[in-house]
Structure formats: C-alpha cells, structure tokens
C-alpha cells in the first residue's frame, strides 16, 4: 500500500532521514525507537507537576490509579496517531484538511496553535521556575533566556533527527533518575503505593484534581506530533513493512508513556510521602514544594527537583516548537523559515509570561499554569475526535482500518476525556464569573458557546459526508501544459520550476529565447532533510514526487517538439542550481520570481537574488 499520493512531507527536514532498512535483529526495534519519547515529554511538564503535587500532598496515594487509567488512555490515542502517519503518509492537521471544508481548517489552525502555545507558555514558566530555584535567577531573566532554545532546535534539526532525540531521551532520562533518587530519600510505602493502584469513588475535590490530571496527561499538540515524527523512519511501504513499523512503534510508544507514567507517579508519590505525611495538605505551587522538601529533607532532594523541572521545560518546548511547524503546514500549506516559525511560536507563549510578571507579580505565575491548562483541554476534542474518525475509515486505512473493540475504547476514553475537560471550563468560567468580570459574560462564554458547536461539527460532518478522496496537501501543485512558441538564439537554456502557477510562464520566456533548436535544462531542488543527507539517493515521497513532476514537463515539451532534460538538486537551492548551471554549461538561466517584497523576502527567502550574483551566465527572470 502506497502513501497518499503527492502528498508533501510532515517536517519535511527530516522526513524519512532515518533508515530502517540496513539493520536487522534488536537493532532493528532501536531504528524505530525514538518518536515516542519526543512524545513522552508532553507528559510530564509542569502542568502534569502542579496536578501531581496537588493531588499526592491532598490525598496522599489515593489517585495512584488516576494516573494509570489516564496513561492507558494516552497509549490508546497515541497508538492510533502513529498508525495514521505510518499508514496513509499524512499527519493529523494534514489528514484534515483532506477530510473537512478549507474554511473550517482556519479555525482549527488557530485552535491548535493556540494549544501549543498554552503548552508552550507552561514549559516556559516550569523551566523558569527551576533556573530560579536552582540558581536564585529572577523568573523574568529565565522566562527572557528561554527564546535561546529556538536556536538550540536548529543546531540539533541540523545535526539530524537522531542527535535530537538523543537529546530529549538524555532529558528525560535526567528527569527519570532525579526522581529514582528522591525515591530513595523520602522513603514512601510500597504498600500504600499498591493501595493507590485499587479505583475509588471520587468526589468533591478529589474529582476536581483527577479531572487535572486527566486533562494534563493527553495533549492535543502530542497526537499532531506523533503522526508526523512516525514519518522520519524509512521502511518498506508494502502490508509487511507496515505492520512491523506499526509493531514497533508500539512498542516504542508503551515503552515511553510507561517511563511518563513513572515520572508522573514519582511526584505524586513524592508529595505523598513528603508533605501529606507531615500534615502538609495545601501544596500545589512548585516553589512550595521545592521549599518543603528543603526543610525535610536537606539539599539534595530539592536539587534534584529543581534539575528535573529544567530538563522538562527544556525537551518539552523543543517539542511544542515542532508541532507549531506542523499544524502550520498542515492546515494552512504554509511554509516559512523554520527559524522564524519557531521564534514567533516561542515569541507568543513568552510575551503572556512576561507581561504576567510585570503587571502582577511573580506570584500570578500559578494561576497562569492552571489558565494554559484549561485553554489546552478546550482543544482537546479537535485533535482525538478526527484521529478516531481518520483511523477508523477502512476506504482510506484499507486494511490497518482499527477494529471494532478498539474503536468501542477509543470513543469511550473520548468522551471521558471530553467530558471532563468541558466540566473543569465550566468550573473556571463559573470561578471568573463569581469574580464579577464583565469579560466572562461578553467574551468568554460566547467563545466557550461557539467552540462547542465547532466541535459538534466536527464530530458530525465525517458521519454525514465522505471523507474526501482527493489529496488537497500538495505544496506545489500538478505539472501544467505548455503552449508552442517561437524559437530563437540561445542553444542551452536552464529553467528552474517549483511546479506551481508561475510555471507556465517561466518556461514560455524561455522557450521563446532559444525555440526548437536550443535544448533545456529542466531544474527543481529538493530541499527535505532526507535529500540533504542522503542525495541522490534519497527516495522519500516529495523526492519521486518531484521527479515524476519533472519528467512531465519534459515529456510535455517532448511533444511539443522541444528537447528537454530533467535535473534534480539535493539541500540548499541556490547551491544546487548555480552547481547545475555551471556542469551544464549553461549559456542562459530563465528564473520566476514571485514578487516577494521586504518583509515577504525576510519570512519565505529568496532564491532569485542569491543565484544571480553566484552565476556568470545572463539571468532572467519573469514575474
């Protein structure tokens, strides 16, 4: 079974850089090991700490098995979004925008970007919070550091997808360990811990902070994030190689949550044995318990803590940053600078932060947490709902379509998670209500209104309709036909085409230089992660793509009675084409331009002026 044709790559950067292919055995499974840890972070940020803190120094073990149901449910979603991205190709923003109307995409971009900026936001805070803690840093200077991650994003994309996930894995390896020690230190009891494992009727308080900690465990931006990262493996796009990618990446995903699901417990069982041991029932702030466990227990344990919270704001944000780089492409077909995508993504979860500091204090950092998790559980249905409906279409998943029982639990932890996310909005809006903000009344009620109706028909429309077979992805459109012209000097012409609307025009300015007797060089570069590392040997979906593209357009001139050849270059563009130019001996460059001015040039590059000055031969270029 093929990918879903001509669709572009899900981070294209690293699509498909890693090879599958050359290992056998164990180091087979390791190949695929890795898309779930970058995952896994999600699940053990700073919103997950404030839960957990919560819920272990309130009710001590007793929401042991809170947690446990919430990482099942989370390994069951996440299955389902690693089996989407394995199977058709596509990530989730990119599989909806196949499946519902363009407009309804606007809003579900801004919906999930708004997420991942709530997400973002909490990592922030937690991060500053533990360089405060740990080197005494004002909350505003580690909030201000924290835009420098951007760059380190870009070095570690650069260095390949598995140095990145070396890095996030060592991050969460260094969370894991911190959290092993302080084990040790706090002595807990392993039979109460068993107790916790046993469900309980929960009510009151105890309702309200499971419902905390269910709606901080499965994010939305994790599910749009896993189906695309599952795509950076290269494997056999046959009914067996699919199945074993879909094996091992379960075994990959269980492996990891179930690492989440121990840090996550780790702190409960903390704040269990730490203060709801000692009669400390009230902690929920970070910086109490640091504090806290100070006082009990030395410098050691709160050192640890403080080490933990930085590597998990650390690999959390690199993560956020990467699904910002998805839901953007996905919904909208826009590609911009990656360093500039994730500045502004990093930019509008840091300006919130500091705003918060300066205007209120360091103290109104807490109540912001707790705000960024609301905002993330209103999103939440917009990315499993469509998840479901994708995996469960046996037209498009043919026969990876999921089963029955497995449908029967997805739609059940759906609508449990659902459900309480909109009973913890409800909660908030009815605690800002009583405040007596005017804004509840005119803004956020309305808003909260028509979200839940978006939802509904989001829920709605695949049931109604089918989903649409036509693949509306592609980022540069279909080869287009080319009209016969007038021939004139020039004997080789070079042509650079993007296989979008300015196509046309381009090659008809060329044709019309050098006529029937002068020969072209047809010129596209492929720019994804897998052609930069891997040349001419890189054979991921845009590359062939591409190729297949190319060929038309000298098959089309072909019958036209116009000699043509195709040239495909890797990585850079301009690199590539000046090194075409100069191989070919080229006497004439035809470029389009695409009118981009100022700011435009800054955000989407420009290829046209950095070629011209690099080149010896005439260029010209149509607009």
Not at 86 to 99: C, F, K, P, Y
Not at 165 to 182: D, N, Q, R, Y
Not at 193 to 199: A, C, W
Not at 280 to 286: D, F, S
Request: proline share 3%; charged share 15%.
């Amino acid at each position: 079974m093929k990918a879903e044709h001509n669709a572009p790559q899900s981070l294209s950067e690293v699509h498909r850089s890693v090879d599958t292919s050359k290992r056998t055995g164990w180091r087979r499974i390791l190949s695929f090991i890795g898309p779930a840890y970058l995952v896994s972070v999600g699940y053990m940020d700073p919103g997950n700490w404030a839960t957990d803190l919560a819920g272990g120094s309130k009710f001590g073990y007793q929401l042991i098995w809170v947690l446990l149901m919430s990482n099942l449910i989370a390994l069951l979603l996440q299955s389902l979004s690693a089996r989407l991205g394995i199977v058709r190709g596509l990530d989730l923003a990119q599989a909806s925008r196949n499946a519902y109307p363009s407009w309804i995409n606007i809003p579900l971009f801004g919906l999930a970007q708004t997420a991942i900026i709530a997400c973002d936001l909490a990592e922030i805070i937690g991060m500053a919070i533990g360089l405060n803690l740990l080197f005494g840093l004002p909350l505003i200077w580690g909030i201000s550091i924290t835009i420098f991650d951007t760059v380190l994003l870009l070095f570690l994309l650069n260095k390949g997808m598995r140095k990145m996930e070396a890095f996030i894995v060592s991050m969460v390896f260094i969370v894991g360990i911190s959290f092993l020690v302080e084990m040790f230190i706090v002595e807990p009891s392993i039979k109460e811990i068993i107790g916790g494992f046993e469900p309980s009727m929960l009510s009151g308080e105890a309702l309200y902070i499971a419902i905390g900690i269910i709606g901080a465990t499965v994010m939305p931006h994790n599910l749009y994030l896993h189906s695309s990262l599952v795509q950076t493996r290269k494997f056999e796009r046959d009914e067996k190689g699919m199945k074993e990618a879909i094996k091992f990446n379960f075994i990959d995903t269980a492996v990891a949550l179930n690492l989440a699901f121990f840090v996550n417990a780790a702190i409960l069982i903390l704040a269990a044995a730490a203060f709801y041991k000692n009669g400390l029932h009230e902690v929920a702030e970070i910086q109490d318990a640091h504090k806290l466990l100070q006082n009990i227990f030395g410098n050691v344990a709160p050192a640890l803590f403080a080490i933990a919270l930085i590597a998990a704001g650390q690999s959390s944000t690199i993560t956020g940053t990467l699904a910002g780089q998805i839901v953007m492409e996905g919904h909208l077909k826009l590609r911009i600078q990656p360093w500039l995508r994730r500045l502004i993504t990093r930019l509008l979860a840091i300006i919130p932060a500091f705003f918060t500091i300066l205007w209120y204090g360091e103290d109104a950092l807490g109540g912001l947490l707790i705000l960024s998790q609301v905002v993330l559980s209103l999103q939440l249905g917009f990315a499993v709902i469509p998840l479901i409906h994708f995996t469960s279409d046996k037209k498009a998943m043919k026969g990876f379509a999921i089963k029955t029982w497995v449908k029967v639990l997805a739609w059940t932890s759906s609508i449990i998670i659902v459900s309480l996310n909109v009973k913890l909005v409800i909660e908030e809006i009815k605690t800002w209500g009583a405040e007596g903000g005017w804004y509840v009344y005119v803004l956020v009620i309305p808003l909260a209104i028509l979200i839940g109706l978006l939802l509904l028909y989001i829920f709605i429309y695949p049931l109604t309709r089918r989903l649409k077979d036509e693949n509306n992805n592609v980022p540069h459109g279909k080869a287009l036909d080319i009209e016969n012209v007038e021939k004139i000097n020039y004997t080789r012409i070079g042509i650079t085409v993007d296989f979008s609307k300015n196509d046309r025009n381009t090659i008809r300015h060329a044709l019309i230089q050098g006529g029937k007797h002068a020969h072209y060089y047809l010129i596209h570069v492929v720019e994804t992660a897998a052609a930069r590392y891997y040349g001419e040997s890189a054979l991921d979906l845009e590359t062939k793509s591409d190729i297949e593209n190319l060929q038309k357009y000298c098959n089309n001139l072909a019958e036209l009675g116009y000699k043509a050849s195709p040239h495909i270059g890797y990585g850079g563009t301009v690199k590539a084409i000046v090194t075409i130019s100069n191989e070919s001996n080229l006497q004439l460059l035809v470029m389009g331009a695409h009118g981009h001015k100022g700011l435009k040039d800054l955000i989407l590059g420009t290829t046209v002026n950095s070629v011209r000055h690099k080149v010896s031969i005439p260029v010209l270029i149509v607009r």
